[in-house]
């Protein structure tokens, strides 16, 4: 498979497009320190700042609360805009009507939302580097995370989280039945056909998330959503690298050692977890994102009585490439609104939100501000929940993000979820769905004024 440079990736421009979504580990570490602390004053007044968050995000709030108790919250809890629900936007644009109610912070759950409010008629997000937020902030960040906060080189959100996929790894299962853990996408799929025949009932990933386009094709490099100029998209279903993810996954699926439930269903901890006929649960293997930390793997999620059996590796290489590339499936985005009266308190408050380790050490996912984030990562490891340290494999996979899916107006995990995934629960295979979700993307990409293209 083509090893896709990202040399030729589009520069930050006003326009609600993503930009370059590569990832790599920040080399500088310095901590947060006093800069931002110095330069903004305490808030001006009694008014309490507005926040609206989802209800994962309500203990990184309390938490900076507790920590700054001089600071004023009205914290509102909403759906953060999940699964492209535009709630964010359709609330934006009623207050933008009545000219009032806008809040001073809001968390998006979606890694596009900014392409889509930082532009008209929104003109939602305040910009951050023109004096709210230094460079001593922004230069923290682990490189590319902030790249679908900036339009035409303004910074208009901060990244709260970062989402790439490792290999999640059941090691007593892994000992047990005397597999080795892969490192090529091919040694997974041929441990997942032995599984199917020699170990039925346990699986080695899923198939039924509205997520697992980012998780397989992302990683296969399929160029299905790859903005490569202005308003033109590169969008080729039958690139021989979507077919062979495609052709990979395909087996896996019809002997049902990849999962067809959705990881977040209420009976997904019944059917894969532990029982007295599957003592280590039924999960061998899980390609997936580094939120399943918090998420499906922990002491009070659905998988938790799996403590001490779970360990991330690497992400999978596909045989033959020069790199390895992983998904990138969300990551969440702290927005200031243009309508705050007070943008120096507000901005205080936002940067301690995004980067404090006070936070950031209460956040589901790995934070994109590099100090926060060895915080972070120094608490999962201390859990003793683990079956050996996070750490490497989430400090490798940081860099590992493919830059060729781009971040555009049109949400790719919505139209998979819409457009694909009843098929396949319906027994379709991958490869049949590769021209569906190719056709999908094209018609909300030339809705939009894109020109869709089959080749760069």
Known sequence: MRDMSTSRRLGERRRPLAILAATGLAVCMAAIGGSITSAVPAQASSTPIV???????????????????SVKLDVVTFDAGANGSGSIESKVSLFNRVGHGWPDIVFSAEANDVQKLGVAPFNFPTVLNQGLVPSSVTNNYAAGTLSPCYIGGKLECLRNDVAFDVLWVNVPLMKEFGYTVPTTWQQWQAIGESVAKNHPGYIVGSIGDDFDDEIYLQAAQCPINDEINSYTLLDNPANRNCVAMANLLDPLQKDGALSPSYVFASTYGKQYGVSSSYPNGHVLLMPGPAWYS???????????????????????????????????????????????????????????????????DQSEGYPGYVPAAKSWIAEQDASGFWAAPLAPAFAQAASEVWPGWTETPWDTIGIWTDSVLPN?????????????????????????????????
Request: with cysteine.
């Open 294 to 360: 918090g998420a499906i793997f922990c002491g009070t999620c659905e998988l938790s009585e799996l403590k001490g059996t779970i360990a991330a590796y690497p992400p999978l290489q596909w045989e033959g490439s020069p790199k390895t590339w992983t998904g990138d499936v969300g990551g969440g985005l702290w927005i200031m609104s243009s309508h705050t009266t007070d943008p120096q308190a507000v901005a205080k408050v936002l940067v301690g939100l995004a980067t404090s380790t006070v936070s950031q």
């Open 424 to 456: 396949l629960t319906a027994g379709d295979s991958v490869s049949s769905q590769l021209s569906v979700l190719g056709a999908a993307i094209s018609n909300y990409a030339q809705s939009d004024g894109f020109t869709v293209v089959t080749k760069a």
């Open 51 to 69: 926040v609206w968050i989802d209800a994962a995000r309500m203990l990184q709030v309390k938490a900076y609360e507790k920590a700054n108790p």
